[in-house]
C-alpha cells in the first residue's frame, strides 16, 4: 500500500538530501524515501538492543543477586553476552545504575 507524504524541508536539508540524491543517481522523492526507512530500521534495531540488554541484565541480577563473589558474577552467561554486545548497551547501562542508585541494589 503506497501512501502520499508532502514534507515543507528548510533549505539546508533539502539541499543535503538533493546532493546525496544526484550523487546515487535517485530522484530527490527516492533519496528521502531511503533516508526515512534507514531512519527507521535504526530506531528498530536500538530498541532490539535495549531489549536484548534489558533481558539479558535481568535474567544476570535474578540469577547472582544473592552472590557476593564477583568473579561468580562476571563470569555468568548473561554477564558475558553483555560485555560482547559493546559499546551500543553503555547508555542503557548508565540508565540501570542511575535507576538503581540510592535503592541499594547493586547495578
Known amino acids: 500500500m503506497s501512501q502520499t ?4 524541508l528548510p533549505g539546508e536539508l533539502y539541499s543535503r538530501i538533493k546532493e546525496c540524491a ?6 530527490i522523492e527516492e533519496e528521502a524515501v531511503e ?13 532490539t ?3 536484548k540488554f ?3 541484565a535481568n535474567t544476570w ?9 564477583s568473579s561468580t558474577r ?3 552467561p548473561a554477564y558475558q553476552e ?15 545504575w542511575k535507576a538503581r542508585a540510592g535503592t541499594g541494589s547493586r547495578p
Open 35 to 47: 533516508l526515512l526507512a534507514a531512519k527507521a530500521a535504526s530506531r528498530v534495531a536500538v530498541e
Open 22 to 27: 544526484d550523487h546515487a543517481n535517485h530522484s
Open 82 to 96: 553483555i560485555i560482547a554486545m559493546g559499546p551500543a548497551v553503555v547508555p542503557f547501562c548508565l540508565a540501570t
Open 54 to 56: 534489558q533481558n539479558l
Open 5 to 8: 507524504l508532502i514534507v515543507n
Open 49 to 51: 538492543v535495549r531489549e
Open 61 to 69: 541480577q535474578k540469577s547472582v543477586a544473592h552472590l557476593s563473589s
Open 74 to 76: 562476571e563470569s555468568h
